[in-house]
């Protein structure tokens, strides 16, 4: 003799092969009467079930689950080494000079290709705070930073590649907003619903800080934007020319523009990086171009060959403090390509004098700019 | 060793439960903390944490922010050095039970209105949606006056479509206990729905 919750399970396969209740039911003479009305509760039971996640809840959960576990493993690493910050300044800047020291530059080198999640991260950002920690002068500090600001921008890229999920943290520039998608200096950035912004809104040029962690869907999900105080270190658009690599080894400053200081909108000498770029011209005005989707003001610019909005050129600036980026020196790229000797036929129409193309191009090494 | 086993009886055409080469995978995965593996769990179980969840709690924003908690449950877990062994499902969705349990008792000790009492729809439905919508709304409050284990077994089979023997699994019980537990749960049920108000009560 069949119990009845065995009878039940009867009644749920013969609902589940498609029979109706009252089909079922009838199948079950011995479990009459309760059967019927308990096979109904069953189909309404069912029927109360079915939901799914719906797309866009499923990646805001997803992207706060992989936020969570990137939080999680730096906690872990931080943990580790929990001890230090009981250490005075000195004693820890000692101990890392020689422990470095020591370990020569096998763990520098080691780490340098670390991106956020690897275990080498750490040290490498260590490394890079004790470096500006060392750099006596603010000049050099500030172009340390915004070399590192630039380590930060490859190693998104390189973690976007992988399509690798890390918490990130970056600066760099508006370049775009588009239905909900920015571009900062580059980097592919969504801006969910949830995202913190600043209470004032952000415009194209602004330079910002992202904070947000790496999708495998190739961008960033940004989880809050800052706007950035004038005088913040910035990515430059190009990596630093050998020269400049060699300025920062030397720990020497690097000559100040006549123009920077005017147009930084500062009586006072800025201290300034100089960086190379290519792009090209997408609108020209007496003393601010478009190029690359980015302003750039160029009154005080010598520029050498005939440029035209849609033309490619390369140029030479830096950034003022309050993340204006200013021109020194403009070349259209056909110039670049005739350096065997042959004459632009349009060289005639250049706004700046041979004598001073000469020496802004001898001071900017033009061909190692070229090789990036 | 964790070859798949389907179980067939009793299934509402439901889900592999039982360890397989796969899940023991993401378990061995999920120790590490990787992304790529746990954006692949996250993938894999999601749906049936939420729907789980969503069928235990009855409300889609709610559902979601508890199915974000047992996720986040598991990293802490597994940071922890504990975390499934080698059943990741069964873990999730026993971790879950517990998390909508908690909530409920904390939702009885500060109790909400519901805003769907004061703001009705405006919009009269037609008959027969209404007749569904309000068979549904009458299921879920007496559903919501089963006790916690009785919920839990009927989620599972009802909710995710398991078989006797997969819910059996998840709540850590032989099958006839379920099969018992699973039968006082649809008794309650009638008894609720065949009181003339059981919604006041």
């Not at chain 1, 590192?148 to 943290?169: G, T, V």
């Not at chain 1, 950035?189 to 910002?208: D, E, K, M, N, Y």
């Not at chain 1, 630093?240 to 005017?262: I, K, R, V």
């Amino acid at each position: 003799m069949k119990t009845p919750d065995d009878a039940f399970e009867d009644g749920l396969r013969l609902l589940a092969e498609g029979k109706t209740v009252a089909e079922a039911a009838a199948a079950l003479p011995y479990a009459q009467p309760e059967i019927e009305d308990l096979l109904s509760i069953a189909n309404e039971a069912r029927a109360a079930g079915g939901y799914r996640l719906s797309e866009e809840a499923s990646r805001k959960l997803r992207a706060k689950f992989l936020h969570r576990a990137a939080e999680l493993r730096e906690t872990s690493r931080a943990g580790r080494h929990r001890i230090l910050p009981a250490f005075p300044r000195v004693a820890i800047t000692l101990g890392l000079v020689v422990a470095f020291a020591l370990m020569s530059t096998g763990l520098v080198r080691a780490s340098s290709g670390a991106v956020p999640g690897d275990q080498l991260y750490g040290f490498k950002r260590s490394w890079e705070g004790l470096r500006i920690f060392l750099s006596r002068q603010p000049s050099v500090q500030y172009m340390l930073a915004s070399e590192f600001e630039q380590e930060r921008l490859d190693e998104i890229d390189e973690l976007l590649i992988k399509r690798r999920s890390a918490a990130i943290k970056f600066s760099g520039v508006v370049s775009l907003k588009q239905d909900g998608t920015w571009a900062v200096s580059g980097i592919p950035v969504h801006i969910p619903s949830t995202a913190v912004l600043p209470g004032s809104a952000i415009l194209v040029g602004q330079p910002v800080l992202v904070t947000g962690i790496t999708s495998p869907e190739g961008a960033v999900e940004a989880q809050r934007i800052d706007l950035l105080l004038p005088g913040a270190a910035l990515p430059p658009l190009a990596p630093s020319t050998e020269e400049q690599q060699h300025e920062l080894d030397e720990g020497s400053e690097p000559a100040l523009p006549s123009s920077g200081a005017d147009l930084g909108g500062n009586d006072q000498p800025q201290p300034y990086i100089t960086y190379q770029f290519t792009g090209v011209v997408e609108r020209m005005g007496a003393s601010v171009w478009q190029i690359n989707r980015q302003e750039v003001s160029v009154g005080n610019a010598t520029i050498i060959g005939a440029i035209k909005v849609g033309g490619e050129i390369r140029f030479e600036g830096y950034y003022s403090p309050n993340g204006t980026l200013i021109a020194t020196w403009i070349e259209a790229a056909s110039n670049l390509r005739h350096d065997d000797g042959r004459e632009d036929p349009q060289q005639g129409d250049s706004s700046g004098s041979d004598d001073d193309a000469e020496s802004h191009i001898d001071g900017a090494s033009v061909d190692s700019a070229s090789s990036d | 060793m964790y070859e798949y086993i389907r179980l067939s009886s009793g299934g509402w055409g439901a889900a592999p439960l039982m360890p397989t080469r796969e899940e023991q995978q993401f378990a061995n995965d999920l120790r590490t903390l990787d992304a790529r593996a746990l954006a692949a769990v996250y993938d894999q179980y999601s749906d049936a944490v939420y729907k789980y969840v969503r069928y235990r709690l009855g409300d889609d924003g709610l559902a979601e922010d508890v199915a974000s908690e047992v996720f986040v449950s598991l990293l802490e877990s597994v940071r922890r050095g504990a975390g499934p062994q080698t059943n990741v499902r069964g873990w999730l969705l026993s971790t879950a039970g517990h998390i909508v349990t908690d909530h409920i008792r904390r939702s009885y000790r500060r109790p909400t209105e519901s805003l769907d009492d004061e703001h009705p729809d405006p919009a009269p439905l037609p008959g027969e949606e209404f007749e569904s919508r309000e068979r549904t709304r009458r299921f879920r409050t007496a559903y919501s006056r089963l006790t916690a284990e009785q919920q839990h077994v009927l989620a599972l089979r009802f909710g995710e479509g398991y078989s006797l023997e997969e819910t059996a699994a998840v709540i850590n019980k032989n099958v006839n206990a379920v099969k018992a537990l699973q039968f006082r749960a649809m008794q309650a049920l009638q008894r609720v729905l065949g009181e003339p108000d059981h919604e006041d009560a």
